[in-house]
T-cell receptor, first 115, second 113 residues
């Protein structure tokens, strides 16, 4: 099973709302990632969790707050977003930051629209 | 640093035509190379990979060979189908870089019946 699941599939939120994106994998992977993808662009790395600890934050604004409650689950909490934050948010996982295999497995994404 | 350059799209082909999407890279260290595919409205799927020079990755009729001497990893398919219409991303990761993925800009492929 190489499945990463993400919920919700679509989300529309106002600039004053608080919402959360959820990502789950049951492959025993210990590295999990959040990416942001704008139309016609490659994914941009936002955060990396390694063994449930935040290891990389790519200078992401504080209105995005990641959380890793356990080794299978990754959340992205959203608050006071801007319309330019509208994008496809992708979650990915791999066995461990320095372990084979090196490829990442991606979820289907959450399409976020900020109004 | 690390970078990946792909041919710009869109690439428009007729069904059963031969496909080549060029990909070249620069890397500090010894990279692993990947092709990911993204179908409309979906996430990225790993299409194929190669982890050392002269390795050939293959899947679903697609192939790519890791060419260290030309720092290239071109994607090929002998006969494309309409269902192959998607965006293709070439990517690399380097162990010394924490195995972060570096993506190319993506190439949109449109296959017409």
């Amino acid at each position: 099973d190489t499945e990463v699941t993400q919920t919700p599939k679509h989300l529309v939120m106002g600039m004053t709302n608080k919402k959360s994106l959820k990502c789950e994998q049951h492959m025993g992977h210990r590295a999990m990632y959040w990416y942001k993808q704008k139309a016609k662009k490659p994914p941009e790395l936002m955060f990396v969790y390694s063994y449930e600890k935040l290891s990389i934050n790519e200078s992401v604004p504080s209105r995005f707050s990641p959380e890793c409650p356990n080794s299978s689950l990754l959340n992205l909490h959203l608050h006071a977003l801007q319309p330019e934050d509208s994008a496809l948010y992708l979650c990915a996982s791999r066995p461990g930051e320095s372990q084979l295999p090196y490829e990442q497995y991606f979820g289907p994404g959450t399409r976020l629209t900020v109004t | 640093g690390n970078s990946v350059t792909q041919m710009e799209g869109p690439v428009t082909l007729s069904e059963e035509a031969f496909l080549t999407i060029n990909c070249t890279y620069t890397a500090t260290g010894y990279p692993s190379l990947f092709w990911y595919v993204q179908y409309p409205g979906e996430g990225l799927q790993l299409l194929l990979k190669a982890t050392k020079a002269d390795d050939k990755g293959s899947n679903k009729g697609f192939e790519a060979t890791y060419r260290k001497e030309t720092t290239s990893f071109h994607l090929e398919k002998g006969s494309v189908q309409v269902s192959d219409s998607a965006v293709y991303f070439c990517a690399l990761s380097v162990f010394e870089g924490g195995n972060m993925l570096t993506f190319g800009g993506g190439t949109r492929l449109m296959v017409k019946p």
